[in-house]
């Protein structure tokens, strides 16, 4: 078992859906998530950091974590065709002063005008 | 623009051959990290360094090898090379100031193409 599981997709919805992509993880001692926006061949760009349980929000973009389940989500309002992308999720437990980052495989987005 | 440089943007060699990347963090960050993306395999963390000093090691093959120089920047030196090592490889820079300043911020990347 992968220590991060993501959907790969491909994920396609109209424009103005509200988009859910998800992760679990295995590994209890991650303790900071992250969401990053890769366009094709691009560097990734980060979206969103959260270190606790529950919801962040950022514009259209909320972030959820929920430890108890190892499961963490991003959700997206009001979807726009700039954000087809793929969205990849990663995670770290800032262990010895590491923050290393263990990523999913990345859920490729498309949203249709 | 993540303020992370990365040179150069492609590269193309050939088996056995050696190769340098280049990376120049944000300015204030003290971490870098190198990451290689492949189709198969996804991000995968390789090394980190920090303050010029290696912090933590990943899945980096022994014909890899890092170094962060005084000012900051960091090199990934990549040898005898394998068709496999094509790839597009990353870096990142943090301030690793704890629990908020461990975001990473990605450069542009490096495309290695291995023929």
């Known amino acids: 078992q992968k220590e991060v599981e993501q959907d790969p997709g491909p994920l396609s919805v109209p424009e103005g859906a509200i988009v859910s992509l998800n992760c679990t993880y295995s590994?209890?001692?991650?303790?900071?998530f992250m969401w990053y926006r890769q366009y094709s061949r691009k560097g990734p760009e980060l979206l969103m950091y959260t270190y606790s349980s529950g919801n962040k929000e950022d514009g259209r973009f909320t972030a959820q974590v929920d430890k108890s389940s190892k499961y963490i989500s991003l959700f997206i309002r009001d979807s726009q065709p700039s954000d087809s992308a793929t969205y990849l999720c990663a995670m770290s437990d800032g262990g010895a002063g590491s923050y290393q980052l263990t990523f999913g495989k990345g859920t490729k987005l498309s949203v249709i005008p | 623009d993540s303020g992370v440089t990365q040179t150069p943007k492609h590269l193309i060699t050939a088996t056995g051959q050696r190769v340098t990347l280049r990376c120049s963090p944000r300015s204030g960050d003290l971490s870098v990290y190198w990451y290689q993306q492949s189709l198969d395999q996804g991000l995968q963390f390789l090394i980190q360094y920090y303050n010029g000093e290696e912090r933590a090691k990943g899945n980096i093959l022994e014909r890899f090898s890092a170094q962060q120089f005084p000012d900051l920047h960091s090199e990934l030196n990549l040898s005898s090379l394998e068709l496999g090592d094509s790839a597009l490889y990353f870096c990142a820079s943090s301030d690793n100031s704890g629990r908020a300043g461990n975001e990473q911020f990605f450069g542009p990347g490096t495309r290695l193409t291995v023929l």
């Open positions: 590994n209890s001692a991650f303790q900071y």
